[in-house]
């Protein structure tokens, strides 16, 4: 039994690969919603849908001096002859247009509920109405002088247009939003002004660059203001490229209340934000305990943005406090730009700042000769009807004659006068009073100015420089209506430098800034006493325990200590035991090996430079901020060889360093010979044949050499007087002067 074959197919019926099929109406699908709706056009900056709303408004002669109507009735003019998609997709568009918050340079003029930026949607569109801006008339100006082309709708009874003239860079003026099928357009608003000058520099220099442009447009310009934190490499990166993103901060000032109280308020967020939904997050993070620095928030707006923000206590930093939010919440967002758009109308691509621009730019030119050329229709045709009027006025009598008495006058005219169709046609079409009150002088005239403007029109065609000057003159005076000293075209977002927040500790920012009194004893116990103590003598120590050394800090301080084994530990200030008991013992905060003690204890002064060194005579300058670390095992600072120990850690701040051995040899160097390192075993201070060093200080020659005495008293050797003791570093040096102190220590 042989394999049953498939059934023929119908007759009239073909095979179709349903894969192909498929494949071919996918693409077209994709294609028409890429040209169709989602990308706007390189040349005005529109898509359709805001394209046909705009040209429906001015069907309906909706000029921003005319009265407002109904955004039903332009909802549904524009749904019943240019956009079938739904009237709702067309409603939301118009509201957006409409917004300023949504567009830099709104195109609609609303009146009723169009929303607002808490998020809350508009009224519905029958009790809304609407017409249009002076900007979106800006954009249409010349639609009726032949300045762009005209399609058929979707239905084929009447014309739209393909592009507008847009006598604004629009662009990039309003920016745009879009998602299509395997691709997606968002381009950031711009200042107006701005780009005027951008596109006057590329008027006079064709060839400019993205980079070069940024001169002109230093960044976005958003409708709800804000700040840009990226760097200028960045933002030159993101115009050369057409893909990139900014981050964008909300501004905020500092408030003063009474009694040293404070709070935050901000009055510009990041755009494209929903304030409401905004507030609903940050009150998120404080039920969740995310932000230990905020105590409440609270929305005060009315006509403009403000949001109260209100710290846990006054110690806060408000710079630490908003830093934090900037991390959690869309306070800081960022804005993506992908410049995709359709170029010439037919071709999606990814275009850069000066592309762009270009593309707009090419566009007026077109549209300028398409109006001269309009405009030199109009003249030849005015002139030829001219030429003729002025025959009819030295014959007037003999017109009006065979007007009224022949039976065929149009033929009789033409061939008595010599006058063409046009002519004879404009005469007949005239009112006989009209012709009776014709003026030689007035016709003359009128012929005259006209073949004068025949004139610059044919030369402005003929000459591509008188183009570009004639653009570029257009363009000043955008600028002139739209500039930084308008309300409208003053420019909102500005630009700074974010600060470093990758070291901010939110927990340290919480402690209140206090001044304290680091007291260490002999056997490495340690507190903090309240305010600035300057006579301890009336501290008690534990057993026979002794002051080792106190001195001044803050709560907010860092406490460096370092070990005699060359490890370097860091302890915060805020967590000292306080004064009231023995203190604790160091050993407890810090992880110091056993068998070793502490060499010193001192406060972390940011920039400040240390002048290290071992018992075996070796040392290095190290900087402070390389010495403090993060962890309970410390850091370590100076290499040592068995048995070599710390010596001494001392102020770098000098020019010469005085080093005194073991032996009681003393001799003074240059600083600048010691190099500088963040760690390591150093190099050789002093020589020796028996013993090490015993103590070395940083200090300026010019004001002596200073020491105190077993009896505190203060000695001072003058430079003149030091010149026995000057060499290089690694020599051995010699007895020091009369009066050093038999502990061979300077302090």
Same mark, same amino acid.
């Given at each position: 039994?042989?394999?049953?074959?498939?059934?023929?197919?119908?007759?009239?019926?073909?095979?179709?690969?349903?894969?192909? !099929?498929?494949?071919?109406?996918?693409?077209?699908?994709?294609?028409?919603?890429?040209?169709?709706? !989602?990308?706007?056009?390189?040349?005005?900056?529109?898509?359709?849908?805001?394209?046909?709303?705009?040209?429906?408004?001015?069907?309906?002669?909706?000029?921003?001096?005319?009265?407002?109507?109904? &955004?039903?009735?332009?909802?549904?003019?524009?749904?019943? &002859?240019?956009?079938?998609?739904?009237?709702?997709?067309?409603?939301?568009?118009?509201?957006?247009?409409?917004?300023?918050?949504?567009? $830099?340079?709104?195109?609609?003029?609303?009146?009723?509920?169009?929303?607002?930026?808490?998020?809350? &949607?508009?009224?519905?569109?029958?009790?809304?109405?609407? $017409? #249009?801006?002076?900007?979106?008339?800006?954009?249409?100006?010349?639609?009726?002088?032949?300045?762009?082309?005209?399609?058929?709708?979707?239905?084929?009874?009447?014309?739209?247009?393909?592009?507008?003239?847009?006598?604004?860079?629009?662009?990039?003026? =309003?920016?745009?939003?879009?998602?299509?099928?395997?691709?997606?357009?968002?381009?950031?608003?711009?200042?107006?002004?701005?780009?005027?000058?951008?596109?006057?520099?590329?008027?006079?220099?064709?060839?400019?660059?993205?980079?070069?442009?940024? /001169?002109?447009?230093?960044?976005?310009?958003?409708?709800?203001g804000g700040i840009i934190v990226d760097s200028r490499a960045v933002i030159a990166e993101t115009y050369k490229t057409g893909r990139g993103s900014f981050r964008v901060r909300a501004r905020w000032t500092k408030e003063e209340g009474g009694r040293g109280t404070w709070v935050v308020v901000v009055t510009e967020i990041p755009y494209m934000v929903q304030k409401s939904r905004l507030i609903e997050k940050i009150a998120e993070l404080l039920n969740e305990k995310k932000l230990p620095l905020v105590a409440d928030i609270r929305d005060e707006s009315a006509e403009d943005v403000r949001v109260v923000i209100e710290p846990r206590n006054r110690a806060v930093d408000p710079a630490v406090m908003m830093e934090s939010l900037f991390r959690l919440s869309e306070l800081e967002s960022r804005f993506p730009m992908n410049m995709n758009v359709l170029v010439d109308g037919v071709v999606p691509r990814v275009v850069a700042l000066d592309e762009a621009l270009r593309q707009w730019l090419d566009h007026r030119r077109t549209v300028l000769q398409?109006?001269?050329?309009?405009?030199?229709?109009?003249?030849?045709?005015?002139?030829?009807?001219?030429?003729?009027?002025?025959?009819?006025?030295?014959?007037?009598?003999?017109?009006?004659?065979?007007?009224?008495?022949?039976?065929?006058?149009?033929?009789?005219?033409?061939?008595?006068?010599?006058?063409?169709?046009?002519?004879?046609?404009?005469?007949?079409?005239? +009112?006989?009073?009209?012709? +009776?009150?014709?003026?030689? #002088?007035?016709?003359?005239?009128?012929?005259?100015?006209?073949?004068?403007?025949?004139?610059?029109?044919?030369?402005?065609?003929?000459?591509?420089?008188?183009?570009?000057?004639?653009?570029?003159?257009?363009?000043?005076?955008?600028? *002139?209506?739209?500039?930084?000293?308008?309300?409208?075209?003053?420019?909102?977002?500005?630009?700074?430098?974010?600060?470093?927040?990758?070291?901010?500790?939110?927990?340290? !920012?919480?402690?209140?800034?206090?001044?304290? /009194?680091?007291?260490?004893?002999?056997?490495?116990?340690? +507190?903090?006493? *309240?305010?600035?103590?300057?006579?301890?003598?009336?501290?008690?120590?534990?057993?026979?325990?002794?002051?080792?050394?106190?001195?001044?800090?803050?709560?907010?301080?860092?406490?460096?200590?370092?070990?005699? =084994?060359?490890?370097?530990?860091?302890?915060?200030?805020?967590?000292?035991?306080?004064?009231?008991?023995?203190?604790?013992?160091?050993?407890?905060?810090?992880?110091?090996?056993?068998?070793?003690?502490?060499?010193?204890?001192?406060?972390?002064?940011?920039?400040? *430079?240390?002048?290290?060194? &071992? /018992?075996?005579?070796?040392?290095?300058?190290?900087?402070?901020?390389?010495?403090?670390?993060?962890?309970?095992?410390?850091?370590?600072?100076?290499?040592?060889?068995?048995?070599?120990?710390?010596?001494?850690?001392?102020?770098?701040?000098?020019?010469?360093?005085?080093?005194?051995?073991? =032996?009681?040899?003393?001799?003074?160097?240059?600083?600048?010979?010691?190099?500088?390192?963040?760690?390591?075993?150093?190099?050789?201070?002093?020589?020796?044949?028996?013993?090490?060093?015993?103590?070395?200080? !940083?200090?300026?020659?010019?004001?002596?050499?200073?020491?105190?005495?077993?009896?505190?008293?203060?000695?001072?050797?003058?430079?003149?007087?030091?010149?026995?003791?000057?060499?290089?570093?690694?020599?051995?040096?010699?007895?020091?002067?009369?009066?050093?102190?038999?502990?061979?220590?300077?302090?």
């Amino acid at each position: 039994m042989g394999k049953a074959s498939p059934p023929p197919p119908p007759l009239g019926e073909d095979n179709v690969n349903l894969k192909d !099929a498929l494949e071919e109406r996918y693409l077209a699908y994709a294609l028409s919603t890429i040209m169709g709706r !989602a990308l706007p056009d390189a040349r005005d900056g529109l898509k359709p849908v805001h394209r046909r709303i705009l040209y429906g408004m001015n069907i309906l002669k909706l000029d921003p001096g005319s009265t407002f109507k109904k &955004s039903a009735k332009i909802v549904g003019d524009v749904m019943g &002859s240019f956009h079938p998609h739904g009237d709702q997709a067309i409603y939301d568009a118009l509201v957006r247009l409409a917004q300023d918050f949504s567009s $830099r340079y709104p195109l609609v003029d609303g009146q009723g509920n169009f929303g607002n930026i808490d998020g809350d &949607s508009a009224a519905a569109y029958r009790y809304t109405e609407a $017409r #249009m801006t002076e900007v979106a008339r800006l954009l249409l100006e010349g639609i009726g002088e032949d300045a762009i082309d005209f399609r058929e709708n979707y239905s084929g009874d009447q014309k739209e247009p393909i592009v507008l003239p847009s006598a604004l860079p629009h662009l990039l003026a =309003n920016g745009a939003q879009g998602i299509a099928v395997g691709m997606a357009t968002s381009i950031p608003p711009h200042n107006l002004a701005e780009l005027c000058d951008a596109a006057l520099y590329l008027i006079a220099h064709r060839d400019a660059t993205a980079e070069q442009l940024l /001169t002109f447009v230093p960044g976005p310009d958003f409708p709800t203001g804000g700040i840009i934190v990226d760097s200028r490499a960045v933002i030159a990166e993101t115009y050369k490229t057409g893909r990139g993103s900014f981050r964008v901060r909300a501004r905020w000032t500092k408030e003063e209340g009474g009694r040293g109280t404070w709070v935050v308020v901000v009055t510009e967020i990041p755009y494209m934000v929903q304030k409401s939904r905004l507030i609903e997050k940050i009150a998120e993070l404080l039920n969740e305990k995310k932000l230990p620095l905020v105590a409440d928030i609270r929305d005060e707006s009315a006509e403009d943005v403000r949001v109260v923000i209100e710290p846990r206590n006054r110690a806060v930093d408000p710079a630490v406090m908003m830093e934090s939010l900037f991390r959690l919440s869309e306070l800081e967002s960022r804005f993506p730009m992908n410049m995709n758009v359709l170029v010439d109308g037919v071709v999606p691509r990814v275009v850069a700042l000066d592309e762009a621009l270009r593309q707009w730019l090419d566009h007026r030119r077109t549209v300028l000769q398409r109006r001269s050329r309009h405009r030199l229709d109009e003249i030849e045709h005015r002139l030829e009807v001219l030429a003729g009027m002025l025959i009819v006025f030295l014959n007037l009598d003999e017109v009006i004659r065979i007007i009224r008495e022949e039976d065929e006058p149009k033929d009789v005219l033409k061939a008595r006068f010599a006058l063409s169709e046009v002519q004879v046609n404009y005469v007949l079409d005239t +009112r006989l009073r009209s012709l +009776r009150r014709l003026e030689e #002088m007035q016709l003359r005239k009128e012929h005259d100015e006209l073949t004068k403007e025949k004139a610059e029109i044919e030369s402005l065609l003929a000459d591509e420089g008188k183009q570009w000057r004639t653009i570029a003159g257009q363009i000043r005076e955008l600028k *002139k209506k739209y500039g930084p000293e308008t309300k409208l075209g003053k420019r909102r977002t500005t630009f700074e430098q974010a600060p470093e927040t990758a070291a901010v500790d939110l927990a340290e !920012a919480m402690i209140e800034r206090e001044p304290i /009194t680091v007291v260490v004893t002999e056997k490495g116990w340690i +507190r903090a006493l *309240k305010g600035n103590v300057t006579d301890t003598s009336a501290l008690q120590y534990k057993g026979d325990d002794s002051l080792k050394i106190s001195f001044f800090a803050e709560t907010t301080s860092k406490i460096l200590v370092l070990a005699t =084994n060359g490890k370097i530990f860091t302890l915060d200030a805020s967590k000292l035991p306080g004064g009231r008991g023995h203190g604790e013992p160091i050993r407890l905060m810090a992880e110091i090996d056993e068998g070793e003690d502490v060499a010193a204890v001192f406060p972390y002064a940011p920039g400040t *430079k240390m002048l290290v060194a &071992s /018992t075996d005579g070796r040392g290095f300058v190290a900087p402070q901020d390389d010495m403090v670390g993060g962890t309970r095992k410390g850091k370590l600072l100076l290499n040592l060889d068995a048995p070599a120990k710390v010596a001494t850690i001392a102020s770098a701040a000098g020019d010469h360093v005085a080093i005194v051995g073991e =032996n009681r040899k003393l001799l003074v160097f240059p600083l600048d010979q010691l190099p500088e390192m963040a760690r390591g075993k150093g190099v050789r201070l002093q020589r020796y044949k028996d013993g090490g060093l015993s103590d070395a200080k !940083a200090f300026t020659l010019a004001d002596g050499l200073t020491w105190k005495d077993t009896s505190d008293r203060t000695w001072t050797v003058a430079a003149a007087d030091l010149k026995d003791w000057i060499g290089n570093r690694a020599e051995a040096g010699r007895l020091p002067p009369k009066g050093f102190p038999k502990n061979n220590k300077f302090a």
